[in-house]
């Protein structure tokens, strides 16, 4: 479920915990499209037959694919009327806490930590996490600052 705020009202979402995105399912088909987005052919990635006998049991997710994850999800959050542009300013913290296998779905968690005044916008500081369908630890940890400006 969206939670909707004006960007004028942003402060009042400190310590708001906007609960959960909708489900994203993490494909053999978007791995190796990732994989060959990045560069990173790591066969633990994009070779299911070999990564069946490799640490998992199966193929797994990029790290980085499940954080690039992180933006689609979190518009799913928060819907803030009134900003004009939105900007990833940035990490603060990042933990890749649990392997996504190929196959899985994750979605995102979040609670607005601060929301603070910056250079003609807010800064809003987001505590993450991306949680695997039936996991018992999450897949990430993550600290996101974005940036809105009217």
Do not use: C
Request: charged share 20%.
């Amino acid at each position: 479920m969206t939670t909707t705020v004006a960007f004028a009202d942003l402060h009042t979402l400190v310590g708001t915990d906007l609960g959960y995105s909708d489900w994203f399912e993490i494909t053999q088909d978007r791995i190796n499209t990732f994989a060959d987005a990045t560069d990173d052919q790591q066969w633990i990635h994009v070779d299911p037959e070999r990564a069946k006998d490799g640490p998992f049991g199966g193929p797994i997710a990029h790290g980085f694919l499940t954080l690039s994850l992180f933006i689609p999800m979190w518009v799913d959050l928060l819907d803030v009327q009134g900003a004009g542009t939105k900007v990833n300013y940035g990490l603060d913290k990042v933990r890749f806490v649990s392997p996504v296998p190929a196959g899985s779905r994750v979605r995102l968690t979040a609670t607005i930590a601060e929301v603070t005044e910056v250079g003609g916008g807010i800064q809003l500081v987001v505590d993450g996490t991306i949680e695997i369908e039936g996991g018992t630890k999450p897949a990430v940890a993550l600290r996101s600052l974005q940036r809105l400006y009217a």
